[in-house]
């Protein structure tokens, strides 16, 4: 009898499940089975400053979102509502849906009720815009229809727990509230799970976008910045396990997010925090690229964190050396009397590089030639003999390798540069397709 009692209870559980099915499917007309994105973020006791990166920060992922084919939804600052977090977290009806929010958050103890007895539980919030706490456990009864497959809280706290079901019945934790299951990899950044959902947020403290203590200028808004660029615009190409080693690689030099300041662990004012990935970091949120042929993309040093320049198209289906001049249109910034660039090669082409050169243009219209002194490979170390002189002699650089260059400034003192000239000299037999 046990068994039939227990069969029983399977047909009804599967009966329950595809009722929750039919109508997450029902809810909304089929126009809307389409791809969103959504951006959420409180200014609540958020310093100016702050507030001026959290916009930028929000304005860029709407935009990549939008490129990269969703339906994007820009609710930062007054529209970050209970209801529309809410609505964020049902995935605004669309079966593949992802989200960011930017803003306070935090923990605290809470009365639930058991249907007889109340329990003092600990619950995970985030904040509107007008300071309210939203809840994990009622963002949770928004979730049931798991449309959203990807978010990012940049809040303190949120990446805590995974979650699971208090002693009340009630559910606690942000991962389980907005993805609504615990079956999630502890770490999706080094064991990515295969479930195709992620959540990434804060063990401890978030820094601000503007906090310089992460070892770079405003480290948080470009880690941000390479993330969302390399994860939505070269979608096709970067996980999001990869999209975190790119961002990592350009803010801090390092060879991948393992190495990076955010995953082994800060502090901020003598509190510590770490970002924690958890679930399935091998996805991809988006198949787009952008067209046109692969080459070393070039960023510019401008005293607190690189930026980027453009694509050196150095293609040539025959393999025959091309050599592209181009204008400087971020003005580097010295450190220690030298002048410092990067190239990183495409995801998907391979490069050879004879040479490379920096010119400084002065008021007077004469230019100088400024001296290369450094060029260090990502994966062989250091090539500076490689790309001194134009000669047979090439340097490989393969999908996302990077080359870090430092010219010397050679520039009398008492000259106004007005301008700067980067040429490079190699080939790239790769349209990327």
Request: glycine share 10%; charged share 15%; hydrophobic share 40%.
């Amino acid at each position: 009898m046990r068994g039939c009692r227990d069969m029983k209870g399977n047909f009804k559980m599967v009966a329950i499940e595809l009722l929750i099915f039919v109508l997450c499917l029902s809810l909304f007309p089929a126009h809307a089975f389409a791809k969103s994105s959504t951006v959420l973020g409180s200014t609540y006791e958020v310093p100016q400053e702050e507030i001026d990166k959290d916009t930028s920060i929000a304005n860029l992922i709407t935009s990549y979102s939008s490129i990269a084919g969703y339906t994007a939804y820009n609710w930062y600052g007054s529209q970050t509502t209970a209801d529309n977090i809410y609505s964020a977290a049902f995935g605004v009806g669309d079966v593949y849906s992802i989200s960011f929010y930017i803003g306070h958050g935090g923990s605290e103890y809470v009365w639930n009720w058991a249907g007889w007895i109340w329990y003092y539980e600990q619950q995970w919030f985030i904040t509107d815009d007008n300071g309210g706490h939203v809840y994990d456990k009622d963002i949770f009864q928004h979730s049931e229809c798991q449309n959203v497959k990807f978010v990012l809280l940049w809040s303190c706290h949120q990446g805590e727990t995974i979650g699971g079901t208090h002693w009340s019945g009630t559910p606690f934790g942000m991962p389980y509230a907005w993805l609504h299951t615990t079956s999630l990899s502890s770490d999706g950044y080094a064991s990515p799970d295969g479930t195709g959902h992620a959540f990434i947020g804060f063990d401890g403290v978030a820094p601000f976008l503007t906090y310089d203590g992460l070892g770079a200028t405003d480290a948080g808004y470009y880690f941000l910045m390479y993330f969302y660029e390399s994860s939505l615009y070269y979608g096709k190409y970067y996980s999001i396990n990869e999209a975190l080693d790119r961002a990592a690689r350009l803010v801090w030099n390092v060879q991948n997010f393992a190495d990076s300041v955010l995953y082994q662990g800060f502090t901020v004012s003598g509190y510590s925090g770490k970002m924690k990935v958890y679930g399935d970091g091998s996805i991809h949120i988006s198949d787009y690229y952008p067209s046109g042929g692969g080459c070393p993309l070039l960023y510019v040093f401008d005293g607190s964190n690189y930026i980027y320049e453009g694509l050196m198209d150095i293609h040539d289906a025959s393999g025959a050396d091309v050599i592209q001049a181009y204008e400087l249109t971020t003005f580097p910034e010295l450190v220690d009397n030298a002048y410092l660039l990067r190239l990183v090669e495409h995801p998907v082409t391979h490069s050879h590089i004879d040479q490379v050169e920096l010119y400084a243009v002065l008021d007077n219209g004469e230019t100088i030639k400024l001296p290369l002194i450094s060029a260090f490979h990502s994966e062989y170390g250091n090539v500076l003999r490689y790309l001194r002189s134009s000669d047979d002699v090439k340097i490989d650089v393969a999908a996302n390798q990077v080359i870090s260059l430092k010219f010397a400034n050679v520039v009398p003192r008492k000259s106004q540069i007005v301008a700067f000239t980067f040429q490079i000299e190699g080939n790239n037999r790769i349209v990327k397709v």
